[in-house]
């Protein structure tokens, strides 16, 4: 199942915050954070891998609650250059433990910064 | 420039057809995936290869197979293209999974925009 995310869509102005929430039915074993900008491959932002972890690249930032199975996206004075969709992917342990890096992607959030 | 290299860009096909995408990475990664991307649906995984030599089926295998050739590159082949398979195709390659890999996340190669009529 796709994990899901909230809200579909937000609108900022520069300098405003946001924050991208991403759901899962499934035991996690770790959430990326990806931006996609129109007509252009998602890029790597972060990854989470445990419990409760929050990491952090310029004013982007994450959390991750394991037992919440929950993660969420931290965006602080927002500029221009962070419109696009974000999407989070999951991954989670298979059967036999292992995922084979295998991720689930939620259905993406669009942000949309206006000067 | 290091990453994943895509090709086509653009392709369009009638139904009935077949074709190969075409994918290739210069990072020495171990895992290689196909994504395809809908509106509204985020990405999809199609198949995947944990490691050179192994393939499996992701989420939305069926009307596609797919080949390893080697550890740089992983195609995906249409044997019969529908309607239904109009998307946007993005490869995807990770250094692998498991202790000391799952640091990193996946780079992404430009995709192809695929058109069925």
């Known amino acids: 199942q796709q994990p899901v995310q909230s809200p579909q869509a937000v609108i900022l102005r520069e300098g405003e915050d946001a924050v991208i929430n991403c759901s899962s039915s499934?035991?996690?074993?770790?959430v990326h954070w990806y931006r996609q900008k129109h007509g252009e491959a998602p890029v790597f932002l972060m990854i989470?891998?445990?419990?409760?972890e929050q990491k952090g690249h310029e004013k982007i930032s994450a959390s991750f609650n394991e037992k919440k199975q929950q993660s969420s996206l931290y965006l602080t004075a927002s500029q221009l250059s962070y419109s696009g969709t974000y999407f989070c992917?999951?991954?989670?342990?298979?059967?036999?433990?292992?995922?084979?890096?295998?991720?689930?992607f939620g259905q993406g959030t669009i942000l949309t910064v206006h000067p | 420039n290091a990453g994943v290299t895509q090709t086509p860009k653009f392709q369009v096909l009638k139904t009935g057809q077949s074709m190969t995408l075409q994918c290739a990475q210069d990072?020495?990664?171990?895992?290689m995936y196909w994504y395809r991307q809908d509106p509204g649906m985020g990405l999809r995984l199609i198949y995947y290869?944990?490691?050179?030599?192994t393939t499996d089926k992701g989420e939305v295998p069926n009307g596609y197979n797919v080949s390893r050739l080697n550890k740089r590159e992983f195609s995906l082949r249409l044997e019969s293209a529908a309607p239904s398979q109009t998307s946007v195709y993005f490869c995807?390659?990770?250094?692998?999974w498991g202790r000391g890999k799952s640091n990193y996340g996946y780079t992404f190669g430009s995709g192809t925009r695929l058109t069925v009529v």
């Open positions: 995807a390659s990770s250094p692998g």
């Open positions: 499934k035991a996690l074993y770790s």
């Open positions: 989470l891998l445990k419990g409760g």
């Open positions: 992917g999951t991954e989670s342990l298979g059967a036999g433990g292992t995922s084979y890096g295998k991720l689930t």
């Open positions: 990072m020495n990664h171990n895992s």
């Open positions: 290869s944990a490691s050179e030599g």
